[in-house]
């Protein structure tokens, strides 16, 4: 049982590239979620989906978009790099979309640490 | 914007030593929850506390619940080296289920 899977773990980009994070779960989870930590700043919320085929803006999602592909699978995408978006970024996944029985309690993966030079 | 706020930013303490750490948060929730961090790694939840919970134990650990302060607290008791972690508090309220996590306590156990 993985959990929470991310790939990749590193990636260095140049400004203007851009890239893909995946993200699967195989806890049979309806909700997903993108993070990113910078020092400082702890966790924000980019964009999460409530269940599949829904997917909502959070706090910071300027210059990024995803998809959520099936049940699984939730991917970040970067059309566009920029230095702003070096950062570590955590997929994480709950239960359900409730605060109710410990249903919202969050699960985490590795993380990916992405630099763009 | 971060709902929680942890206090203190770092705290380092001796092996056996107690760690007591807290968190602020603003408006009203329906619960908090605690994580921790270990370097290089993702965040593994800890312990939630419901919004009519006042206590609540698990292990060496014993959290806190405030609601007329807003405020929770997070006491590792017997601290560990392996104990050292960054330590966040997330509340979920308002309307929404996803919780909103703070800046995080940074502890460091000595051996």
């Known amino acids: 049982n993985a959990g929470v899977t991310q790939t990749p773990k590193f990636q260095v980009l140049k400004t203007g590239q851009s890239m893909t994070l995946q993200c699967a779960q195989d806890m049979n989870h309806n909700s997903m979620y993108w993070y990113r930590q910078d020092p400082g700043m702890g966790l924000r919320l980019i964009y999460y989906?409530?269940?599949?085929?829904?997917?909502d803006k959070g706090e910071v999602p300027n210059g990024y978009n995803v998809s959520r592909l099936n049940k699984r699978e939730f991917s970040l995408r970067l059309e566009s790099a920029a230095p702003s978006q070096t950062s570590v970024y955590f997929c994480?996944?709950?239960?359900?979309?409730?605060?109710?029985?410990?249903?919202?309690?969050?699960?985490f993966g590795a993380g990916t640490r992405l630099s763009v030079l | 914007s971060q709902q929680g706020e942890e206090d203190p930013q770092a705290l380092s303490i001796q092996e056996g030593e107690n760690a007591t750490m807290n968190c602020s948060y603003k408006t009203s929730i329906n619960n908090l929850q605690w994580y921790r961090q270990n370097s290089g790694r993702g965040l593994v939840h800890l312990i939630l506390?419901?919004?009519?919970?006042r206590e609540k134990h698990s292990g060496r650990l014993r959290v806190t619940l405030d609601t007329s302060k807003k405020s929770s607290s997070l006491l590792i008791t017997a601290s560990r080296a392996a104990d050292t972690a960054s330590y966040f508090c997330a509340t979920d309220g308002g309307g929404s289920y996803i919780p909103t996590f703070g800046r995080g306590t940074s502890l460091i156990v000595h051996p």
């Open positions: 506390i419901r919004s009519n919970e």
């Open positions: 994480a996944s709950s239960e359900g979309t409730v605060p109710i029985g410990g249903k919202n309690i969050q699960y």
């Open positions: 989906s409530a269940s599949e085929g829904t997917t």
